[in-house]
């Protein structure tokens, strides 16, 4: 296994589906209906099975947690976003939450040194028919601003060409809660989704192909400028 | 049967307006029937959704009078959180518009509270004086002007408009203490105020040919216009004697104001999308558009009837 080497994770064997469901529905559901309130696009192309991925621009931390309610409750199992270690493995209340509740899939993003292949935790779930939740833009960056996807997805839709990898455009959630904040103000979001696409044969060509298609996501909105 | 503390003629004007949507559902299924080839998915879902607006806005008048206010709390909340998210905010001003929405809870506290002094002050005068104090506070002085103009605007359109509409609710007569007038004014406010949205629609694909305002809303025609004023005024005619202390001249201006400040408030929202650009505030009421396409003339026909039966009649008001 991958995570062997993960600090914390001895003490953290996996997630708590019980507290995770109760978390889903009880708190995430509420804040994201009663307290933002989402406006969702073509729901339907999402993934109903896995395997699969699903990738998003990031804005803020409630992106995963918005994702992961469009999904019905019963596949909330097979749900897994992949999240950078080095910075949800930091505090030992932080990890357990990363771990337990929301299922995050480690990903070590100093790769210095390092033996292990990086995206090797993601093709375990990949083959155990998980659905992925990805967001190649590597940070929230600043938010509502998009940045071009990292690369990373690329080797991934390489490796497993028969994926669907479904591209989501959020917008909202970067003004509702963005990087280095901690208070909540309320604002409505969307969600628009894309068709999902396969492997093209060529990282560059997958690249431009997953970025237009972001891009022509983030047309739909006529989103006033934020900053 | 006794539903809540409601007085019997609101309670049958309730059942009213279920049977008018029962009519509305038969003439729609007549309209497929004569004319099958047209497309009436809008309309059926409009109508839809006027089900589901009035079965809400029903229960909770009938399950209390603190339940009524939480419910337009919430549709203000909904409104200004709708504003928020679609005009062009600054990253500084997220601190500024969380107190914006603080104020939805306090305003309507003071509603509550039948503190009329308050109530009226509030809003117009601290959240004024308060939210561009916070902006300084934060600092950023590029687009200052119009951050806090926009954030008031706001405010004063779908937090303190709107709770002129819930202050009916607590309205109590001088010298009459067991009499309830709030729940009919209410209901006689909404009904009229969306029955007149709907006579200006009707009379206007009927009878409408000459533009009353092109350059903000192309749909709007003098004779939906005239129509729905006339229309909504004997209405307003017919059920005030029944749902409120008004005689029939009272009534006649009551349906006036309503009519009038319907169409204006409607023309308000309108101008505000043409600027933004948009169509619909959002999907939130399928058919309708967002909320705010809901309330829109509400937000001026809510304080424009509350003051005028507030000037007609003597009212106990704490704090007035």
Redesign the interface.
């Known amino acids: 296994m991958v995570r062997e080497h993960l600090p914390g994770h001895d003490v953290l064997p996996g997630i708590n589906p019980v507290l995770r469901w109760l978390f889903f529905t009880l708190v995430v559901k509420v804040v994201c209906l009663v307290v933002l ?1 989402v ?1 969702v696009r073509r729901r339907h192309q999402l993934p109903k099975k896995g395997p699969a991925f699903v990738v998003a621009n990031h804005n803020s931390h409630l992106d995963v947690l918005l994702l992961m309610t469009l999904f019905p409750r019963s596949i909330l199992p097979r749900l897994r976003p992949v999240a950078a270690a080095d910075y949800f493995f930091l505090y030992k209340p932080l990890a357990w939450f990363a771990h337990r509740i929301i299922g995050i899939l480690p990903l070590e993003r100093e790769i210095a040194g390092m033996r292990q292949d990086p995206l090797a935790g993601i093709g375990v779930a990949v083959e155990r028919g998980d659905i992925v939740i990805l967001f190649p833009e590597g940070q929230r960056g600043e ?1 509502e601003v998009f940045e071009q996807f990292k690369t990373g997805i690329a080797h991934l839709a390489r490796r497993y060409p028969d994926v669907p990898i479904t591209p989501v455009f959020l917008h ?1 959630l970067g ?1 509702a809660l ?1 990087r280095d ?1 901690a ?1 909540l ?4 979001c969307d969600v628009f989704v894309g068709e999902p696409m396969y492997w093209s044969g060529k990282k560059q060509t997958f690249m431009e192909m997953l970025n237009c298609r972001m891009q022509t996501l983030a047309e739909e909105g ?1 989103f ?4 | 049967m006794s539903l809540g503390n409601l007085p019997q003629s609101v309670q049958y004007a309730i059942g009213g307006i279920f049977g008018l949507l029962v009519i509305t559902q038969i003439i729609v299924a007549i309209l497929r029937r004569l004319k099958p080839d047209a497309d009436y998915t809008e309309l059926s879902l409009r109508v839809r959704t006027w089900w589901v607006m009035a079965g809400v806005f029903a229960l909770a008048m009938v399950l209390s009078r603190t339940i009524s206010l939480l419910f337009l709390a919430f549709v203000s ?2 409104a200004v ?2 504003y ?8 500084a001003d ?2 500024a ?2 107190w914006a ?1 603080l104020a939805i809870p306090i305003q309507f506290y003071w509603v509550y509270h039948g503190w009329y002094g308050m109530f009226i002050v509030f809003i117009p005068v601290y959240m004024f004086l308060f939210l561009p104090f916070r902006m300084i506070m934060i600092g950023e002085t590029e687009s200052f002007l119009r951050s806090t103009a926009q954030i008031h605007w706001g405010l004063m359109l779908m937090v303190f408009n709107l709770s002129h509409a819930a202050f009916l609710l607590v309205l109590k007569i001088k010298g009459n203490p067991i009499a309830i007038p709030g729940p009919g004014l209410l209901l006689y406010l909404v009904f009229l105020t969306q029955a007149n949205d709907i006579f200006q629609y009707i009379w206007g694909k009927l009878l409408g040919k000459r533009k009353i305002i092109p350059k903000i809303s192309p749909n709007k025609t003098w004779a939906g216009f005239i129509g729905g004023v006339v229309s909504t005024t004997a209405c307003a005619v017919l059920l005030g004697e029944w749902l409120t202390p008004f005689d029939r001249t009272q009534s006649l201006a009551a349906g006036l104001i309503i009519g009038l400040g319907g169409f204006v408030g409607d023309i308000n929202i309108s101008a505000l999308k043409r600027d ?3 169509k619909d505030t ?3 009421l399928p058919g309708h558009g967002g909320i705010l396409d809901r309330v829109d003339s509400l937000t001026f026909t809510a304080p424009l009837f509350f003051h005028y039966v507030y000037w007609l009649f003597l009212w106990e008001s704490h704090g007035a």
């Open positions: 309130g406006n938010p909202g003004k963005p904040e208070l103000v309320p604002f409505f006529d006033k400028p934020w900053s | 909340f909904l959180k709708e928020f998210s679609l005009i062009p905010t600054r990253r997220r601190r518009i969380f929405y933004l650009g948009i959002s999907g939130l």
